[in-house]
Structures are given as structure tokens and as C-alpha cells.
């Protein structure tokens, strides 16, 4: 079946460092990969997207490739901020004809960026 | 614009009973989608409406039920309530069935 796996957390980093958020799907077809971040009790807002094989999304210092070889979407920032924090979501899309497919998401990975 | 907005934002509800959940869509969407999320969890896609018709579901029971109206408006019901229905519900919206869905802040059930 259509499936996210992403890295489990907790992960908790200091302000300006790096992030790597891994991520990687299973899926029949093509599928579109997002990026979906919850702050403490708001809904989910969308961080990036990728249609398409090789394509890089990419929003606010976050960045993913969509790699097909390895059927990933891992998610990365160069300098992390204490405003950062939140849980981050990958999900997929599967496209019927033109038409965009419910969402199917990973479990989450909660970020926090301590000063 | 409002965005997405959803009612009520919490509420309590005791093993047995019915809940109604109730999404606005954004401004120009047209297409409703809900999704439970459970404590800890990704959401799980429940369904979608478009043109007043479901159009897609997920892997939930019957005791989930929903409704589009003529104005885009949308209503999520939950028969006979499990303590296992205890989740965030999210609505989200988009214009058509392929472009970016946009989602609302949620409504947290509590069955005790």
C-alpha cells in the first residue's frame, strides 16, 4: 500500500544549527511529496511540495529534493531558529486523471530549538 | 479572508453519543476534506466531499458520516461514540480536487 515513514523524534536542536528531518514513501504511481508543519495548537499549514522526480521545494530556509532512486523527501534547513519549533509532517498525494488524492501523512516529527 | 474555520474548537462527549463537527470552507474552495488525528499521530484521512457527493473515503466505519452543502459548507457525524473517536479533527479545503488543500485549526473531541 501507499505509506510515509519518517524519523521518529523527539529531535531537539540549538538555535542556527542544521536540520535533517528524514523521510521516505512508499507509493504506486507518482506521487506529489509534501512538507506540512503544525505549530502548538494551530492546524497544519503547508511548508513546501515537490510534483515530480528531481524536483526541490523549498520555503522559508526549508528545502526538499524529491529523489526517486531512493524514494525520499528528506526535509533540511542550513540554521535552525527557536521559532521553528513545532511538529513536521511528510505526506503524499496520489494524482488519478488530474485530480489530487487524499493526503497520506507520517506520523510527525516534533522539533524543538532551544536558544 | 478567514481561511478555514471550524466549530466548535473543543468539546466533551459521552461514550454512546453523536457529534457534529461542522467546516467553512476558505473563500473559493469548493472541495472539503476531513481527517482524524489522533494524540501523537499523522492524520488519517476520513473523506472528501465535492459537489455535495462523497468522493472519496478512507478506512473508517459507517458510525462516520458527513454532509457538503449547496454554500461548500460541510458537516463531519460521528454516530455512537468509542473513547477511541478521542482525536483532533481537521477540515481542509481546496479549490477543485487538485491544487493545494488548506487546512483549519481543528476541533479536539474528548469522549469520556
Known amino acids: 500500500g501507499n505509506s510515509v515513514t519518517q524519523m521518529e523524534g523527539p529531535v531537539t536542536l540549538s538555535e542556527e544549527a542544521f536540520l535533517t528531518i528524514n523521510c521516505t514513501y512508499t507509493?504506486?504511481?507518482?506521487?506529489?511529496l509534501f512538507w506540512y508543519v503544525q505549530y502548538p495548537g494551530e492546524g497544519l499549514q503547508l511548508l513546501l511540495k515537490?510534483?515530480?522526480?528531481?524536483d526541490k521545494g523549498s520555503n522559508k530556509g526549508f528545502e526538499a529534493t524529491y529523489r526517486k532512486e531512493t524514494t525520499s523527501f528528506h526535509l533540511e534547513k542550513g540554521s535552525v531558529q527557536v521559532s521553528d519549533s513545532a511538529v513536521y509532517f511528510c505526506?503524499?498525494?496520489?494524482?488519478?486523471?488530474?485530480?489530487?488524492?487524499?493526503?497520506?501523512f507520517g506520523k510527525g516529527t516534533k522539533l524543538s530549538v532551544k536558544p | 479572508d478567514a481561511g478555514v474555520t471550524q466549530s466548535p474548537t473543543h468539546l466533551i462527549k459521552t461514550r454512546g453519543q453523536q457529534v457534529t463537527l461542522r467546516c467553512s470552507p476558505k473563500?473559493?474552495?469548493?472541495?472539503v476534506s476531513w481527517y482524524q488525528q489522533a494524540l501523537g499521530q499523522g492524520p488519517q484521512f476520513i473523506f472528501q466531499?465535492?459537489?455535495?457527493?462523497?468522493?472519496q473515503r478512507g478506512n473508517f466505519p459507517d458510525r462516520f458520516s458527513g454532509h457538503q452543502f449547496p454554500n461548500y459548507s460541510s458537516e463531519l457525524n460521528v454516530n455512537a461514540l468509542l473513547l477511541g473517536d478521542s482525536a483532533l479533527y481537521l477540515c481542509?479545503?481546496?479549490?477543485?480536487?487538485?491544487?493545494?488543500?488548506?487546512f483549519g485549526q481543528g476541533t479536539r473531541l474528548t469522549v469520556v
Open positions: 473563500s473559493g474552495h469548493d472541495t
Open positions: 466531499y465535492y459537489e455535495e457527493e462523497e468522493r
Open positions: 481542509a479545503s481546496s479549490m477543485g480536487r487538485g491544487t493545494e488543500a488548506f
Open positions: 505526506a503524499l498525494t496520489l494524482n488519478y486523471g488530474g485530480s489530487q488524492g487524499n493526503l497520506i
Open positions: 515537490a510534483t515530480k522526480a528531481d
Open positions: 507509493a504506486t504511481g507518482y506521487p506529489s
